[in-house]
């Protein structure tokens, strides 16, 4: 089988390199599944591969070919992050690359003209991991069936699908080609598509028919219905359809491993995707790993397995301060560890909630003297010095300084610890002390902040620096765990005075990446919930933006959103940084931490150093664990 194919390296070149490749008729068939082959019960490699597979150029990477076997251990600490195997697999239309350009993946390759028209060309004889075809029908039955469906999707297609409100007219071209046309530039469809949590739109048809009114039996949907215990097939489509978080082992998957445990559970095994689409060089398909096994675990006891070679690639629940001990453990355990950097714009961030209930609270947040004060009154040196050995940077919670959009000056936006200044900044604003020292609000009650986290324990020990530190300012603070979604459905309510997060998740950001977490696009904002939420919904709920600053940033990522070129989107970039830090609508502390990650000594591939971040790389997504294999 022989395919000559272009890669597309990114959206503003056309350039194209010719990719030649024959998998050989010999190609050695991955071990773990040879027998099925043999048996007939899967077809060979030939036919289960695309006829132009993503060729995979170890060398270009800085890997080596691999060898097939092994099961790669994983320890997690909830349920939920079942959806990590999504982030880590990384298979999606579009990717990110190692330069951070866009470029084809499951798809074969793409067209954009005018930044509107967004022709997809699919793989010919791609597979599902059932052996179904992978075709246009995929993206019909989503768009068509799904997302405008007012019964699935009650609010209409996602925001990414739409650019001034309207959706994109779209159109099969034939079997193996889709389009999808705006009537103005969209720039954030294609990141979308490769990110971290994608913007899904497609699904496998052939599967989800039979839970879906329109093409399933009435009387057999209504029978599977109940036999799901589910309210109605509304609800059973869309448990049925999750892939971000696939709790369904009989959804079929184009991610390198495929979920066979069905929650509940405390070991969810993975097994490979026989029809995955990538090979290395001589033809062999990946991943190398044929199985995946992810633990359940306490938080708590995460880094003492990680120390005791429990895990063969660990870095989530793993924290600067338990490198000292990851390095000792080092010594006598099968393990090596590296530190990666970290790719948050701020490793702890402070997030004063403008949408709170309390009407005096509201009106003093609202204030940026209030905002800078807080900002100035955090002693950033100590935090480095006493959690991060003075190795962090300090700085407020902007873009990290390996960005092509870094500015000292956002960098730097009212990140200096200047007590004298925030002192200042608090009378101004007339917040006076009492003869204890304890500022008063303007309706007579103290002063008192209560902080919000769902973080661990270093991240409780800084909330409790920066509680000292704001109480030397005479503020009264009180800090408050809660579990994550608890305190999501808090600050969304309203009821949230500060939460605390990670800063930026596109530290390392590019122009042509999404400024959205600078402007209040979404209820998941915690810093502004119902203005983002009034956004996210077009108006349907939350609350109009009423603060000049933060209109002028959401009228400048609606530019972004239908900006034509790289240059139009990195000016607005730079304007958003302008005002979003120095208007300080989050509070940073340090950023450049460093992250340790526990390897097996006997896998190889994984590289020696990274950057470790939700977006935009994934994780360990960008670095392919599919290439990652075992020496022996």
């Known amino acids: 089988m022989t395919s000559c194919f272009p890669l597309r390296r990114s959206i503003a070149a056309a350039l194209a390199v010719l990719w030649c490749f024959a998998v050989p008729a010999s190609a050695e068939e991955p071990t773990d599944i040879a027998d099925a082959v043999k048996s007939g019960a899967l077809p060979p490699l030939a036919e289960r591969l695309p006829e132009k597979p993503r060729v995979v150029d170890m060398a270009a990477l800085g890997k080596t070919e691999g060898q097939y076997g092994g099961t790669m251990r994983l320890i997690m600490a909830d349920a939920k992050d079942i959806r990590m195997m999504t982030i880590y697999g990384y298979s999606r239309l579009v990717v990110f690359d190692k330069d951070l350009n866009l470029a084809p993946d499951i798809l074969e390759s793409f067209d954009v003209e005018e930044g509107r028209i967004f022709t997809l060309h699919l793989r010919r004889g791609h597979k599902w991991s059932d052996g179904a075809p992978f075709t246009a029908e995929d993206f019909r039955y989503f768009w068509e069936d799904v997302a405008l469906n007012e019964e699935l999707s009650r609010g209409g297609p996602d925001q990414q699908m739409l650019v001034d409100g309207k959706p994109p007219v779209f159109e099969v071209i034939d079997e193996l080609t889709v389009r999808y046309t705006w009537d103005k530039p969209n720039p954030l469809f294609l990141p979308s598509l490769a990110g971290a949590s994608p913007n899904y739109i497609q699904l496998p048809a052939h599967y989800m028919k039979q839970f879906h009114k329109r093409y399933a039996d009435p009387d057999k949907l209504a029978a599977v219905v109940a036999e799901h215990r589910s309210r109605d097939w509304i609800a059973l489509h869309t448990v049925k359809a999750r892939q971000y978080r696939p709790e369904n082992p009989d959804l079929p998957t184009l991610e390198p491993w495929w979920n066979t445990t069905a929650p509940p559970a405390e070991r969810f095994v993975f097994k490979r995707n026989p029809y995955f689409h990538r090979v290395d060089a001589s033809g062999r398909q990946l991943p190398y790993v044929g199985t995946v096994a992810m633990t359940m675990s306490s938080n708590d006891l995460i880094a003492a397995k990680a120390g005791s070679a429990e895990s063969d690639l660990q870095a989530r629940y793993l924290r600067f301060d338990n490198y000292t001990f990851l390095k000792e453990a080092e010594k006598t355990r099968p393990i090596r560890v590296k530190l990666w950097n970290d790719g948050t714009g701020s490793k702890v961030a402070f997030l004063p909630n403008l949408n709170t209930n309390d009407p005096v609270w509201r009106e003093i947040f609202r204030k940026v003297e209030f905002r800078r004060a807080l900002s100035l009154g955090i002693d950033r040196g100590e935090i480095n010095q006493q959690f991060f050995y003075g190795l962090a940077h300090e700085g407020a919670n902007s873009v990290l300084q390996s960005s092509p959009l870094y500015s000292e000056k956002a960098d730097q936006a009212w990140a200096t610890f200047d007590q ?50 704001w109480g030397a300012l005479g503020l009264k603070v009180y800090a408050r765990p809660f579990q994550l979604d608890t305190m999501r459905r808090r600050f969304l309510a309203g009821d949230t005075l500060i939460s605390v997060w990670n800063g930026l998740s596109v530290g390392e950001a590019t122009p042509d990446l999404p400024p959205e977490e600078m402007a209040p696009v979404s209820g998941v904002q915690g810093n502004w919930p119902k203005w983002g939420e009034h956004t996210d919904s077009g108006g349907k709920a939350g609350e109009p933006v009423d603060l000049p600053a933060a209109k002028e940033l959401l009228d400048l990522y609606k530019q972004w959103r239908v900006s034509a070129t790289t240059e139009q989107r990195r000016e607005i970039w730079e304007k958003m940084l302008d005002i979003f830090t120095d208007q300080v609508f989050t509070i940073g502390t340090v950023n450049g931490v460093k992250q340790p990650v526990v390897i097996n000594d006997k896998l190889q591939n994984v590289p020696e150093e990274g950057v470790y971040s939700f977006a935009p790389t994934a994780y360990f997504g960008l670095y392919m664990p599919d290439t990652f294999w075992y020496k022996e």
């Open 420 to 469: 004298d200044q925030a002192n200042a900044l608090l009378d101004e604003i007339g917040l006076k002390r009492n003869d204890k020292g304890i500022r008063m609000l303007p309706d007579g009650r103290p002063a008192e902040l209560i902080i919000e986290f769902a973080g661990d324990t270093q991240e409780t020990d800084i909330v409790e620096l920066v509680r000292e530190h």
